[in-house]
């Protein structure tokens, strides 16, 4: 899942993003309001990490913004500003939770998964498919009960493509999701992971559970 950290205090929002990276989130990091405005409104993001106190463009800008442009991503609101009026502010113009600082780091990406739990409309950390079961919490995949050895990016296609289940997924789609800001996607790239996921996921089994669409993208079906 593709998360938005924004956040002007650089070490934290470092630390932050390390530590989202080392659960295989994919991070983009803003250290002002002007650059995670345009991130915010222009990008497709799973979750919003969002600091209220900003230059240019604070936290309550943004917020306000995103929901009058219709973008629906959930937001997690950080600040030391801790008075419940600001909570209730904060959660009253959109924000779906709300973290003061300061914060233990697994509080907040238990948070981040719930939020994403959410939107899915599932409130269990395992993923299904067929027989093929993710646990979004261990990042780790079974298939008829053993364990697939899968890299992180690996285990993030196959986790966003189970969590779209039978849903075709564009190419486009994935690469926006998977892939920061900064990192240059070559197609060949997203298609030799795809092809090493249907050697570690099928491979052995009658049923199929990747497939691509040609010309399109690909899709994971239980059916």
């Known amino acids: 899942m593709r998360v938005l950290v924004v956040e002007d205090e650089r070490d934290l929002a470092d630390l932050i993003a390390e530590a989202l990276k080392k659960e295989m989130f994919?991070?983009?990091?803003?250290?002002?309001?002007?650059?995670?405005?345009?991130?915010?409104?222009?990008?497709?993001?799973?979750?919003?990490?969002?600091?209220?106190?900003?230059?240019?463009?604070?936290?309550?800008?943004?917020?306000?913004?995103?929901?009058?442009?219709?973008?629906?991503?959930?937001?997690?609101?950080?600040?030391?500003?801790?008075?419940?009026?600001?909570?209730?502010k904060g959660?009253?113009?959109?924000?779906?939770?709300?973290?003061?600082?300061?914060?233990?780091?697994?509080?907040?990406?238990?948070?981040?998964?719930?939020?994403?739990?959410?939107?899915?409309?599932?409130?269990?950390?395992?993923?299904?498919?067929?027989?093929?079961?993710l646990d979004t919490a261990t990042k780790k995949a079974y298939r008829g009960g053993k364990e697939i050895d899968l890299t992180k990016k690996e285990y993030q296609i196959l986790e966003y493509l189970v969590m779209n289940k039978n849903r075709v997924v564009t190419k486009e789609e994935l690469q926006e999701h998977l892939w920061s800001f900064d990192d240059e996607v070559f197609s060949d790239v997203l298609r030799s992971h795809i092809k090493n996921l249907r050697k570690k996921v099928d491979k052995g089994f009658k049923r199929k559970i990747i497939h691509t669409v040609r010309g399109i993208g690909y899709v994971a079906r239980d059916e």
Request: aromatic fraction near 6%.
């Open 91 to 133: 959660l009253n113009m959109g924000a779906d939770d709300y973290l003061p600082k300061p914060f233990d780091l697994r509080e907040l990406i238990a948070r981040v998964r719930a939020l994403i739990r959410r939107k899915s409309e599932s409130k269990s950390t395992k993923l299904v498919c067929g027989d093929l079961i």
């Open 26 to 88: 994919t991070v983009d990091v803003c250290y002002d309001g002007e650059e995670g405005m345009y991130m915010a409104l222009n990008e497709p993001f799973d979750v919003v990490i969002l600091d209220i106190m900003l230059p240019v463009h604070d936290g309550w800008e943004i917020l306000k913004s995103m929901r009058e442009n219709g973008v629906n991503t959930p937001v997690l609101m950080l600040t030391a500003l801790s008075d419940v009026e600001y909570r209730v």
